[in-house]
């Protein structure tokens, strides 16, 4: 709340006395320019913090040509980036979870799920499906998120596979063969939608 106070007058000075369009959240925010911007503008933006008593951080500061394919940006656990589309000299902005945030829920899941621990997999399950399901709320509405899932998914069952190897004895006979359906019959809710074969 009181970074959005802060930050009330530069976003309405920057609304008002520029062309260009800014995105902000709390402390974080995203100034949008047709143009290309120069040293000159970034300078404006800064004194005009200044004048707030805000100070812009200089590691996560940079500015970004979108129009080239490759350059990219990351804003709330998202990444921005323009690739090649599937026309020819089609162009688009690929949205997906950013490389921290699949970082970041990696950690998240090796502490849920250990190879050492005598908690029982439906606890374990149960303990990963709220994980997932906040970051399927929030990453599954935007972009195309479908691809880190996929990846997700299967950190996450190799995770439950080292969980299994350790409990048993003889090769881990539980998730040795079928791990997908039966972590799914057992509860656990993938991010991206598993088929289930009809026979």
Not at 48 to 66: A, I, P, R, W, Y
Not at 71 to 76: G, I, R
Not at 127 to 140: D, E
Request: positive net charge; glycine residues 4%; proline residues 3%.
């Amino acid at each position: 709340m009181l970074a959005n106070i802060y930050l009330n007058d530069f976003c309405l000075k920057l609304h008002h006395q520029t062309p260009c369009e800014i995105v902000s959240y709390a402390d974080d925010f995203v100034v949008l320019h047709k143009q290309a911007f120069n040293p000159k503008q970034l300078s404006w933006i800064s004194d005009e913090l200044t004048k707030e008593g805000l100070t812009l951080n200089s590691e996560k500061t940079h500015c970004v040509d979108m129009s080239k394919v490759g350059s990219e940006f990351d804003f709330l656990g998202f990444n921005f980036k323009r690739v090649k589309g599937y026309y020819r000299r089609s162009c688009y902005i690929k949205i997906q979870p950013s490389k921290k945030s699949q970082k970041k829920l990696k950690n998240t899941l090796r502490e849920l799920v250990k190879h050492r621990t005598l908690l029982t997999i439906d606890v374990l399950i149960s303990r990963v499906n709220r994980v997932l399901s906040g970051w399927k709320n929030y990453f599954g509405k935007v972009g195309y998120p479908r691809q880190v899932f996929f990846k997700m998914d299967w950190f996450l069952v190799a995770r439950f596979y080292r969980w299994s190897k350790s409990r048993s004895q003889r090769r881990s006979l539980y998730l040795s063969r079928d791990a997908w359906d039966k972590l799914r019959k057992a509860g656990l809710v993938f991010l991206q939608p598993v088929k289930i074969k009809i026979v």
